[in-house]
């Protein structure tokens, strides 16, 4: 599958000109095409486009609720049908720990905390990680004690043992391989959490588990070697086989770096400099994952075994929740395929479903439209993708937000980030503040048609939600473009669903520190 920017084609002559045979080379390499390099450089000129908000999306307009029993009566839907169904488990699992652990590293080059009082919280709450034994163990190898340096306020080089080479080296590793949660057995990655999850609600009627990660090619080898480990501990705990499958971005969804004037920039060798496209550059590595339905986490989102119930329910009831759409949107579809005609009523019912269960707006004055037309307007808006997003009440937490919008006179339903909001707008802006709920990438999608073929999910991407940013590149200012992320841009022309899901089932871990809430400690602490 090409990227979201295929096809585009840049038509400025003085662009065309930037370009050295070699460049023509190494853009190839890279996956691109020049036309579609100079795609990029047309969007840094000419800037993102806002969204307009029309209302945020909330409780009754726009989220529904799920009472008791329909959660009950969708998770046991979902358990009929996984077990001839195929699941997978799609995690972006790509990042290194480095921002974790930003300022532990920053008490590194300092030498020590700046008080007292900090250097004994921090030496009170070594005690409660989970990688304490870990520690304990690589310090021993080099003749160290822990007591004792804690005992001497040697907290940096406590750290350098966590953080470095000489022992954990966390601060080089993928946030996949960090130690979150501890048990009287062991303690747990953030990876091994996901497996476990899996199982628990992804296991088909063969008891295979598809899980997909998305890494980095820097990590790639040890999470491979990792999972090679520990994937039979846990096929022989819980009985089922777990097919595990890793991919990295595409080289093809990587951007140019350019400068402030929007011309390229180069290395010291005169090459030019792609960056990664952001977690939307994910797009195609979920369209060539396999599952009838996908279910999509972030790598840092799990909790320990005593928490994990109610999120296994919720995922269930999504999913549930999504198979009864798709089985009405493919019925629909089939008869609007077919070649008998299609009365009135059938397609007043059809615009129905559509406004109020998939959250579609229609042409004005479609409701006066031939036959003929509407049937091609609602085949059109039913062959989509579709997807089931958990959204958690908003409580503060970073995060896009769920609004109804509108682009181009189009009215949709939408996750957005902040940077696709009019900074300039006070309006914008207060309606920004406004929202009721967040999004705590809790996804469930459906890829695949009616006829059982893929989307190609690149068509329902939406190009203008790419964001430009300053980044610092070996010591020099540079404008990296990111593409439409992965559940707001990327997602932007799928057909969408949100449902209230509690925030206990949103655990994240972005900072050392998240791993102190009781969420992830082990009860009673």
């Known amino acids: 599958m090409t990227n979201v920017w295929a096809g585009m084609m840049g038509d400025d002559p003085v662009s065309r000109e930037l370009f050295l045979e070699a460049d023509i080379r190494q853009i190839a390499q890279e996956g691109l095409t020049p036309e579609q390099v100079l795609t990029q450089i047309d969007f840094f000129k000419k800037g993102s486009l806002p969204v307009t908000l029309i209302r945020p999306a909330t409780v009754g307009d726009g989220i529904i609720t799920l009472s008791e029993g329909e959660r009950e009566g969708l998770a046991a839907t979902y358990d009929r049908w996984v077990q001839k169904g195929a699941v997978s488990k799609f995690v972006p699992a790509s990042g290194a720990a480095s921002r974790m652990f930003a300022d532990w590293q920053g008490r590194i080059e300092h030498g020590d905390f700046d008080s007292k009082e900090r250097g004994a919280r921090f030496a009170a709450d070594l005690g409660k990680m989970p990688f304490l034994r870990d520690l304990r163990e690589v310090l021993a190898g080099h003749g160290e004690y822990l007591d004792v340096l804690l005992e001497k306020r040697q907290f940096a080089e406590i750290l350098a043992y966590i953080l470095t080479p000489k022992g954990l080296n966390y601060a080089n590793l993928p946030k996949a391989l960090i130690k979150f949660h501890a048990y009287p057995g062991g303690s747990r990655t953030a990876l091994e959490e996901h497996l476990v999850e899996a199982v628990l609600y992804g296991r088909d009627g063969h008891n295979v588990c598809r899980v997909h990660f998305t890494v980095s090619p820097n990590h790639e080898k040890r999470i491979r070697d990792f999972v090679s480990r520990v994937k039979r501990v846990y096929e022989k705990n819980h009985r089922v086989t777990l097919d595990v499958r890793f991919s990295t971005q595409q080289g093809s969804t990587n951007t140019i770096a350019v400068d402030r004037s929007n011309r390229p920039v180069r290395d010291r060798e005169g090459a030019l400099i792609f960056r990664p496209g952001g977690h939307g550059a994910l797009l195609a590595n979920l369209n060539d994952s396999d599952g009838d339905i996908i279910f999509v986490k972030n790598i840092d989102n799990v909790v320990p075994d005593r928490l994990k119930p109610l999120t296994v329910l919720y995922k269930k009831a999504l999913a549930g929740y999504l198979l009864v759409l798709q089985e009405e949107v493919f019925r629909n579809l089939s008869l609007l395929d077919g070649g008998a005609p299609v009365s009135e009523h059938a397609l007043a019912e059809m615009t129905a479903f559509c406004e109020e269960k998939l959250n579609v707006a229609f042409p004005q004055g479609f409701k006066s439209y031939a036959p003929a037309d509407k049937r091609t307007v609602l085949f059109d808006r039913l062959n989509r993708p579709l997807r089931v997003c958990g959204m958690v009440k ?16 189009v009215r949709s339903i939408q996750i957005i980030e902040a ?53 610092n590149e070996r010591g020099r200012e540079v404008k990296a473009l990111e593409l439409p992320g992965l559940w707001n841009g990327s997602m932007a022309f799928w057909n969408s669903v949100f449902v209230e899901v509690p925030l206990e089932t949103f655990n994240p871990v972005k900072t050392i520190d998240d791993l102190l809430r009781p969420q992830h400690l082990p009860a009673g602490e």
Do not use: M
Not at 402 to 407: A, G, K, Y
């Open 394 to 409: 908003n409580e503060g937490e970073p995060g896009g937000a769920p609004f109804w919008v509108d682009r181009d006179d």
């Open 419 to 471: 940077f696709q909001v009019d900074g300039d707008s006070e309006p914008q802006k207060n309606l920004w503040s406004s929202s009721t709920h967040f999004n705590p990438v809790d996804l469930v999608c459906a890829i695949r048609d009616y006829r059982d073929r893929t989307f190609d999910l690149g068509r329902f991407a939406d190009r203008e939600a790419a964001s430009i940013s300053l980044k």
